[in-house]
C-alpha cells in the first residue's frame, strides 16, 4: 500500500502575498504595456494575481515566484486584450507608465505619445514579447516559456515587431 505526500510549500501564504504587495505596481505596469489601458491593466492584474492564489501550490521553486507571478499575468493581459468584451468600452487616456528603473534620457512629451502610438499598432502577441524582452530584460527562451510558445515563434514576432516600430516612428 502506498502512502501519498504531501508535497510541502516552498513560499508560506505571508512571503507570496509579502511579494504580490511588494511588485503589485509593477505587474500592473506590466498588463498596461500590453493592454494600454489602465483600467484594464488593473483588471487582468488583480484576476492574474487571483489566479496565482489559488494555483501557488503549483509553484515548483520559491526562486521562479516572480517569473511565475508575470507569467500569469501576461496571459491574463493577452486573454483581456483578445476579449470582444474590451471592445465594448471606450478607450481611456494613456497613462504615463515608465520602467522601475531609471531611462538614460528621458524622451519628451511627444516622443513617448509616438512611441505609445506606435505599439498600439503591434498584435497582442508582439507587444507581449516586446515587453518581456526589451523592457523586463527576460531572454529569448525564458520568453518563449513564459508564453508557452516556441523559441523561433518568439525571435519571429521580436523581429517583425521591431521592424512595425521602427517604420512607425520613422513616420512619426
Known sequence: MAI?????????????????????LDLIRLAFLILHDQA???DATQLALERAWRSRAELRSAGSTLFWLRRIVVREALRARSSPWRLLR?????????PAGELPSAPNQSERLDVVRAFRHLSADQSAVVVLHHYLAYPVSEVAEMLGVPLETVRSRLRLAMRQLREEL???
Open 4 to 24: 501519498e505526500t504531501v508535497p510541502t510549500r516552498l513560499l508560506s501564504d505571508d512571503s507570496l502575498e509579502q511579494l504580490m504587495t511588494e511588485r503589485y
Open 40 to 42: 484594464d491593466a488593473e
Open 90 to 98: 471606450l478607450q481611456s487616456h494613456v497613462l504615463d507608465i515608465e
Open 170 to 172: 520613422r513616420d512619426a
